[in-house]
């Protein structure tokens, strides 16, 4: 029975231990609420599956364009883009997903259905019954293009910037449960670890010296670490998006495809088979430009968006 006793005490003990070691060194310290969001720029309405952060600029008369962030950066990643759209006459609206930034983190599967939900919801919330011009970075690129198969007569027209798209991926082991994820995260260092990772979207990551410690910012909220994990067990089980993407292109609805030619996550020679699938899109390479165009090169980017928008009577 003194030996039992031993084992046991020593169980709790090594338990608690490493309960304690956990909350010291896990980022996400604090919860997303009223009080929390009294910090954050914009607005929120809440929608079916929990609150939605989002920001509106550029005149009311202006024609609706739509951001979608990227799968884990909020929706800061449009900066440049956002201010540069609003400046131009466009009523511009950027949102971000549950899970990210300011929104809520709901018990939910975190799919591209989620996702597609939370933009039909949002709309109908601001009350914009006409198309939008809808665009994605990176992958947002896969949820507006799941957006547009689902509600066609809601969009007006695509903007890609270096999209990403849903062609499936294998789960690596650490994401298939929560417990390896947050093991992972917390003492293996992937929290760190994907927050310097942000850098690698930038061709020239010495001229973004803030935007790593913006990204940690996002990591101290509950519940961030496990909607990315769910994302990307979504990603590696979905069906492949390439017959969305031919579908899509058989459409006249007009296409513009910006893509920074030094990307090292989405290689710029992938914008051969997109514009394969998409034969009416118009391309845009930008020069000196890694994952992030519209940050590097806003004076390329910008112009070429607004005549994008302006060529289709927006």
Same mark, same amino acid.
């Given at each position: 029975?003194? %030996?039992?006793?031993?084992?046991?005490? /020593?169980?709790?003990?090594?338990?608690?231990?490493?309960?304690?070691?956990?909350? !010291?060194?896990?980022?996400?310290?604090? +919860?997303?609420?009223? $009080?929390?969001?009294?910090?954050? &720029?914009?607005?929120? !309405?809440?929608?079916?599956?929990?609150?939605?952060?989002?920001?509106?600029?550029? &005149?009311?008369?202006?024609?609706?364009?739509? *951001?979608?962030?990227? %799968?884990?950066?909020?929706?800061?990643?449009?900066? +440049?883009?956002?201010?540069? *759209?609003?400046?131009?006459?466009?009523?511009?609206?950027?949102?971000?997903?549950?899970?990210?930034?300011?929104?809520?983190?709901?018990?939910?599967?975190?799919?591209?259905?989620?996702?597609?939900?939370?933009?039909?919801? *949002?709309?109908?919330?601001?009350?914009?019954?006409?198309?939008?011009?809808?665009?994605?970075? +990176?992958?947002?690129?896969?949820?507006?293009?799941?957006?547009?198969?689902?509600?066609?007569?809601?969009?007006?027209? /695509?903007?890609?910037?270096? &999209? !990403?798209?849903?062609?499936?991926?294998?789960?690596?082991?650490?994401?298939?449960?929560?417990?390896?994820?947050?093991?992972?995260?917390?003492?293996?260092?992937?929290?760190?670890?994907?927050?310097?990772?942000?850098?690698?979207?930038? %061709?020239?990551?010495?001229?973004?010296?803030?935007?790593?410690?913006?990204?940690?910012?996002?990591?101290?909220?509950?519940?961030?670490? $496990?909607? *990315?994990?769910?994302?990307?067990?979504?990603?590696?089980?979905?069906?492949?998006?390439?017959?969305?993407?031919?579908?899509?292109?058989?459409?006249?609805? &007009?296409? /513009?495809?910006?893509?920074?030619?030094?990307?090292?996550?989405?290689?710029?020679?992938?914008?051969?088979?997109?514009?394969?699938?998409?034969?009416?899109?118009?391309?845009?390479?930008?020069?000196?430009?890694?994952?992030?165009?519209?940050?590097?090169?806003?004076?390329? !980017?910008?112009?070429?968006?607004?005549?994008? /928008?302006?060529?289709?009577?927006?």
């Amino acid at each position: 029975m003194r %030996f039992l006793k031993w084992s046991v005490g /020593l169980v709790l003990a090594f338990a608690l231990a490493a309960f304690i070691a956990f909350r !010291v060194k896990d980022p996400e310290r604090r +919860s997303i609420n009223d $009080e929390a969001r009294k910090a954050a &720029p914009g607005r929120f !309405v809440r929608l079916s599956q929990g609150v939605t952060h989002y920001e509106i600029a550029g &005149p009311d008369s202006g024609s609706v364009v739509v *951001l979608a962030a990227a %799968f884990s950066v909020p929706a800061y990643l449009s900066d +440049s883009l956002y201010q540069g *759209l609003a400046d131009s006459g466009f009523r511009v609206i950027r949102f971000d997903y549950y899970g990210r930034g300011w929104s809520d983190r709901p018990d939910a599967r975190y799919d591209l259905d989620t996702f597609v939900r939370q933009l039909d919801e *949002l709309l109908d919330s601001l009350r914009i019954g006409k198309p939008v011009n809808l665009g994605g970075l +990176s992958f947002g690129a896969a949820i507006v293009t799941d957006f547009t198969a689902k509600h066609p007569d809601r969009v007006r027209s /695509l903007i890609y910037v270096d &999209p !990403v798209f849903n062609t499936g991926r294998r789960l690596r082991k650490e994401e298939r449960s929560w417990l390896a994820w947050s093991y992972h995260n917390v003492f293996q260092g992937g929290s760190e670890a994907m927050a310097q990772s942000q850098l690698d979207d930038f %061709f020239h990551p010495e001229r973004q010296p803030d935007w790593v410690a913006r990204y940690k910012a996002g990591q101290q909220w509950k519940g961030t670490r $496990e909607s *990315l994990r769910r994302t990307r067990v979504q990603i590696a089980v979905a069906p492949h998006q390439g017959d969305l993407i031919r579908q899509l292109g058989a459409d006249p609805r &007009p296409v /513009l495809i910006v893509w920074g030619r030094q990307d090292s996550g989405a290689p710029f020679a992938e914008s051969t088979a997109l514009l394969a699938a998409m034969p009416r899109a118009t391309l845009v390479p930008v020069d000196s430009a890694g994952h992030l165009p519209h940050i590097e090169q806003p004076r390329v !980017v910008i112009p070429a968006v607004v005549s994008f /928008l302006r060529g289709t009577g927006s």
